[in-house]
């Protein structure tokens, strides 16, 4: 056999309802969007005339198109020279995606290194070097809903609870509030514990102690 180094990006498209991929396969993609029928009235209109237009003459229309494209091309090779030189994270939003991923029990690392990964190609395809929470926030759904567990009962899909446990995790009050149960959880732990060690002073040794958790003797 021969060996070839290769380097590519595999897109691949499929019909839910024909089946879905095993986890350990869906985990392989990057990332997962949904594609949905254009409802905006002037995409739609818009998308009937091009195609309308290549029908007719498709050397025109690709024509027509080229000087977008190439711009769209320049700004693509643009961003792969500036994730060379480096995008920086800070070590907070670094640590947010972990959080986040590890909340919603995502199996592995990949998706972390997805989440980094896609946030600093976004910020270069923009023409920044700095990753800041809100281009995070854009990115992250995308290359999470699709490594959830999905529960067929459960009405909201797996992109929406990325996105409400981001919001979460990015809300001032709610990590000052879950910082402050967190907290209360511990004091009370550390009583339950001093509480019992006092009940049990005194006692001679070997004598019962009750069952654990239950205070009895």
Known sequence: S?????????????NPAE????PQLLDRFGMAVNV????????RTQLVMDRIAYEQDPDALVEAARPEQEALQKQILDARERLKKGIKISDADT???????SRLDVDGLRGDIVINRAA???VAFEGRDTVETKDIARIISICLNHRLRKDPLDPIDNGTKVAILFRRLTDPEF??????????KEEEAAALAA???QDRAGMKAGAWGGLPGVGGR
């Open 19 to 22: 089946g879905e991929l095993r």
């Open 195 to 197: 509480s019992g060690k």
């Open 175 to 184: 990590v000052r509030k879950e910082e402050e149960a967190k907290k209360k």
């Open 2 to 14: 021969i060996v070839h180094p290769a380097k590519f990006i595999m897109i691949g498209s499929g």
């Open 36 to 43: 949905e029928t254009l409802m905006d009235v002037d995409q």
């Open 120 to 122: 600093k190609a976004l």
């Open 95 to 101: 640590l947010l995606i972990s959080d986040i991923c």
